[in-house]
């Protein structure tokens, strides 16, 4: 059974990085068949993709161009984990934070229990 | 980026009866594989989103049959066919086809 254990700080202070890390067990982060992706849900935005990173033959990372400039998604695969880093974080950025695994048809099949992040000083 | 545009928003049931929501893409969604790819997720209150449909029509695993997806061009619908309370939540579609995947602004069911 695939899960998905997420961990990092639920404040962040603006101006700061946001650092949250999804720990895999069942599965592989170097797995061919699966992309590993954040998703972030706040009543304003709604849900909203904000990258992955995939292994075919070599490690592709791709972002949504709304936070292009400011995130960083990193496979770690001695620990079999993924992270997510947020720069340079503002209030708009307050949400809850999913680690998602995809499968068959891009399906986000698997989800983290969520963190809470808020940016506040 | 592809739009996602669902409806209603609220839908309030009757247990045992029957429910429709709709979530109509920008573009087409069809894969060169021939599938679309559109999936459906429930977000039960308190809970992480679970995926329920993927292309278009098939059911995840463990997901009852009551639930059902179908395509028509770049129009989804998923119903369900007797409505119980456990489905109480909000209902999202999300196109899988290109990055930056998209969510619709999601379908309060609510008994």
């Known amino acids: 059974q695939v899960q998905l254990q997420q961990s990092g700080p639920g404040l962040v202070k603006p101006s700061q990085t946001l650092s949250l890390t999804c720990a895999i067990s069942?599965?592989?982060?170097?797995?061919?068949?699966?992309?590993w992706n954040w998703v972030r849900q706040s009543p304003s935005r709604g849900l909203e993709w904000l990258g992955r990173t995939y292994y075919k033959s070599k490690w592709y990372n791709e972002y949504a161009v709304s936070v292009k400039s400011r995130v960083t998604v990193n496979p770690d695969t001695s620990k079999n984990q993924f992270s997510l880093q947020l720069n340079s974080v503002t209030p708009g950025d307050t949400a809850v934070y999913y680690c998602?695994?995809?499968?068959?048809?891009?399906?986000?099949?698997?989800w983290g229990q969520g963190t809470m992040v808020t940016v506040s000083s | 980026d592809i739009v996602m545009t669902q409806s209603p928003l609220s839908l309030p049931v009757t247990p045992g009866e029957p429910a429709s929501i709709s979530c109509r893409s920008s573009?087409?969604?069809?894969?060169?594989?021939?599938?679309?790819?559109l999936n459906w997720y429930l977000q039960k209150p308190g809970q992480s989103p679970q995926l329920l449909i993927y292309r278009g029509s098939y059911r995840a695993s463990g997901v009852p049959e009551r639930f059902s997806g179908s395509v028509s061009g770049t129009d989804f619908t998923l119903k369900i066919s007797r409505v119980e309370g456990e489905d109480v939540g909000a209902y999202y579609c999300m196109e899988a086809l290109q990055t930056p995947y998209t969510f619709g602004q999601g379908t309060k069911l609510e008994i």
């Open positions: 998602v695994r995809a499968t068959t048809g891009n399906a986000f099949d698997i």
């Open positions: 069942g599965d592989s982060v170097s797995d061919n068949n699966a992309a």
């Open positions: 573009q087409s969604l069809l894969h060169s594989n021939g599938y679309n790819y």
